[in-house]
């Protein structure tokens, strides 16, 4: 993703060899640095949310959006911000390859204070792009047959493009074809009932439930493809080594994950401008340690790596939840408030542990290509085991907002939302296709403002 602003951050700017004297970084430095800066430990205070959204012209929605539009609504925005850069309440905004554009929200103390800052500098987003004639669509696959491509030609990208071709067209496919909601939340502490530990696997536990519920992509290039969620199925086909969960069987998660980054292939070699960022094929990180690449790795390669790992939950310092789709309208603040409430709250988080048990498997592919995921995937909630697993922890969530006050509108939300999709056995992704066999639907569903 590409930040909309002029300033280009360090992880998108091209980097000079390195100076020589460095001192060469080793394994059990890489794994010390990972496990360090990966997983921040304290007490779970700070919710942030990174909310993607499908741009489409109202005019002519089956069209790619004229660049110019794009543009001209970009450059409307009110930024400004706690730092002169981001919008009003602090969110940032960044292009994604396909031009999808994602509001990132600051970190806020709370969830309460995340979803109003969050609906905020989405009230100034929408604006913006609909005095341009623009709409934001929320859903985690473009539904619409019109031409997908490249929009930004940044060396990060084209080298994913040639890395993933090989594979088939996933890696293409979800550069410039999905969207999702991903909800960012503390680690958690080193013991007690924020463990990090509990915390890591709850929110692996979890994630087939959040695919299953909030499941809002059955189309692409306008026709069904047999899967609610669609974005879930195509990051289950890309590259194991950085969509697949870290190996289940380390008792620290912190050393699951430094194993997992050493032994990711290398997507991209950032190089001096004018020069492509591609990297030799097969190569991983664990290899570039070793001798096999062009020039030692340094520890801001090692940072960079980090970035172009995709796997379920990743950990950046708090855990980033990256299995949800994308949700119209405001859609996003439901499975927001149900991560938050499940992790947050002790009691809520025994029950959800407790519920989402008998969907582990400690055998087999690991997610997102285990049984259930895929089931999650291709069935929704209309998977008994999975609907089971989801009203409780839909009750859970519950029970535990209506411990935390000011929470009531929230509370309603997520109340509505179990009522009509969960104990239906439905998720978004019906609401769809029902429009699609019924006619009722021929561009993209309205994003309210």
């Known amino acids: ?45 700070l919710v942030g949310v990174e909310v993607e959204w499908f741009v489409h012209d109202d005019r002519c929605p089956s069209r790619p959006v004229p660049p110019e539009l794009l543009h001209a609504a970009l450059d409307s925005l009110p930024l400004g911000g706690p730092d002169g850069t981001s919008l009003p309440s602090g969110s940032r905004l960044t292009l994604e390859p396909g031009g999808q554009v994602e509001l990132s929200s600051p970190p806020a103390t ?35 047959a019109r031409p997908r491509r490249m929009v930004l030609d940044h060396p990060r990208y084209l080298a994913m493009e040639r890395f993933f071709e090989s594979a088939g067209p996933w890696g293409r496919v979800m550069m410039t074809g999905t969207a999702s909601v991903q909800v960012c939340l503390d680690a958690g502490e080193a013991a007690g009932p924020h463990a990090v530990e509990r915390r890591w696997q709850l929110v692996h536990r979890l994630g087939p439930v959040l695919v299953a519920a909030f499941a809002n992509s059955p189309l692409l290039d306008g026709k069904p493809t047999g899967h609610r969620s669609t974005r879930q199925t195509v990051w289950s086909r890309m590259d194991p080594s950085r969509t697949l969960a870290p190996e289940p069987d380390h ?4 050393e699951a994950w430094a ?49 172009t790992l995709f796997p379920p939950v990743r950990p950046r310092g708090h855990l980033e939840l990256r299995m949800i789709d994308a949700q119209p309208g405001d859609g996003w603040v439901v499975p927001t408030a149900l991560v938050t409430a499940l992790l947050d709250d002790p009691v809520a988080a025994d029950t959800a542990l ?9 055998t087999g592919p690991r997610p997102p290509r285990s049984d259930v995921w895929l089931r999650a995937a291709t069935l929704g909630v209309a998977d008994p085991e999975l609907r089971r697993a989801a009203l409780t922890c839909f009750a859970a969530a519950d029970a535990a907002l209506g411990r935390l006050p000011g929470a009531g509108r929230l509370r309603a939300t997520l109340a509505e939302f179990a009522e009509r999709y969960p104990a239906r056995g439905r998720c978004p992704a019906d609401d769809q296709l029902d429009a699609l066999r019924t006619g009722t639907r021929r561009t993209p569903p309205e994003e309210a403002p």
């Open 1 to 45: 993703m590409i930040p909309i602003s002029r300033t280009t951050p360090p992880d998108r700017q091209s980097a000079p060899p390195p100076p020589t004297g460095v001192t060469p970084l080793t394994e059990s430095g890489a794994r010390s640095h990972v496990s360090g800066v990966c997983f921040k430990i304290g007490p779970p205070r």
């Open 110 to 144: 709370g969830l309460l204070a995340c979803v109003e800052d969050t609906r905020r500098d989405l009230t100034a987003l929408r604006a913006a792009f609909a005095a341009q004639g623009l709409r934001l669509t929320g859903t985690g696959t473009d539904p619409l």
């Open 251 to 254: 008792g620290d998660p912190r």
């Open 259 to 307: 194993q997992y980054v050493l032994n990711a292939e290398v997507l991209c070699v950032r190089r001096p401008e004018g020069q492509p960022w591609t990297a030799p094929p097969g190569l991983t990180f664990r290899d570039w340690i070793r001798g096999g690449g062009e020039r030692p790795p340094t520890l801001a390669d090692l940072t960079y790596h980090c970035t």
């Open 354 to 362: 407790d519920a989402l048990a008998p969907l582990d498997r400690p």
